[in-house]
């Protein structure tokens, strides 16, 4: 079992930057990748960036250039750096990571969303 706990969110004027952080508890070791999904008011949840272990980082197009992903193994922390944000990037932002249970199916833990409000 995997905890995720994030922080960070919070209201940010258009062009400004904001760090989203992802903490990391349990069996960490065993994780296959590690991202962040968005959900904005009255739509699906969307993914934003995903890093898989070993393997490049792929983003979103609408957030290609101006997020980045990174991550402090030490830490047991995931970020999410945001850098030149629009009013659209508004949304409750998700981290998320993925292991295989012992019949080697994925599974999917997600922490609890924080708020990222950008106003124009």
């Known amino acids: 079992q995997v905890q995720l706990v994030e922080s960070g969110g919070g209201l940010v004027q258009a062009g400004g930057s904001l760090r989203l952080s992802c903490a990391a508890s349990g069996s960490i070791f065993s994780l296959k990748a590690m991202g962040w999904y968005r959900q904005a008011p009255g739509k699906q949840r969307e993914l934003v960036g995903t890093m898989p272990s070993g393997g490049s980082t792929n983003y979103a197009d609408s957030v290609k250039d101006r997020f980045t992903i990174s991550r402090d193994n030490a830490k047991n922390t995931v970020y999410l750096q945001m850098n030149n944000l629009k009013a659209e990037d508004t949304a409750v932002y998700y981290c998320?990571?993925?292991?295989?249970?012992?019949?080697?199916?994925?599974?999917?833990?997600w922490g609890q969303g924080t708020q990222v409000t950008v106003s124009s």
């Open positions: 998320y990571a993925v292991d295989y249970n012992e019949r080697m199916y994925p599974r999917t833990y």
